[in-house]
């Protein structure tokens, strides 16, 4: 399934990346996807917490009580964390060994 990755930091500033799902109204509704789209919809105005509730097959969005500031960013580009995060382990194009290994290819 494809995901948008998302640059998200705590309150420490400490950098993530978030594999954001792609909606897709047409099949069948996934409630832990909607509701994650949700919170990172909410996150990018406001401090949120998300935490997965298991019994609600979803996660439930905390928008914090306190003002927290503005967010402190990386300096490193979107790319560059990607590069870090993933260790260039990035299937970048059609003809990479595992693309060919899962197409039954040479």
């Known amino acids: 399934m494809a995901k948008i990755l998302r640059l998200n930091v705590?309150?420490?500033?400490?950098?993530?990346?978030?594999?954001?799902?792609i909606i897709d109204n047409q099949g069948?509704?996934?409630?832990?996807?909607a509701s994650m789209v949700k919170g990172i919809e909410l996150a990018e105005t406001t401090w949120v917490r998300m935490e997965a509730a298991r019994n609600a097959s979803q996660y439930?969005?905390?928008?914090?009580?306190?003002?927290?500031?503005?967010?402190e960013w990386p300096t490193q580009s979107m790319d560059?964390?990607?590069?870090?995060?993933?260790?260039?382990k990035i299937i970048s194009d059609p003809d990479h060994p595992f693309s060919r290994q899962l197409e039954g290819r040479r």
Not at 10 to 21: H, L, N, R
Not at 80 to 88: A, P
């Open 60 to 71: 439930t969005i905390i928008r914090s009580k306190d003002d927290l500031g503005d967010p």
């Open 10 to 21: 705590d309150s420490t500033g400490m950098p993530k990346i978030i594999a954001q799902p």
């Open 28 to 33: 069948t509704p996934n409630s832990w996807h």
């Open 80 to 88: 560059e964390l990607v590069h870090e995060v993933f260790q260039n």
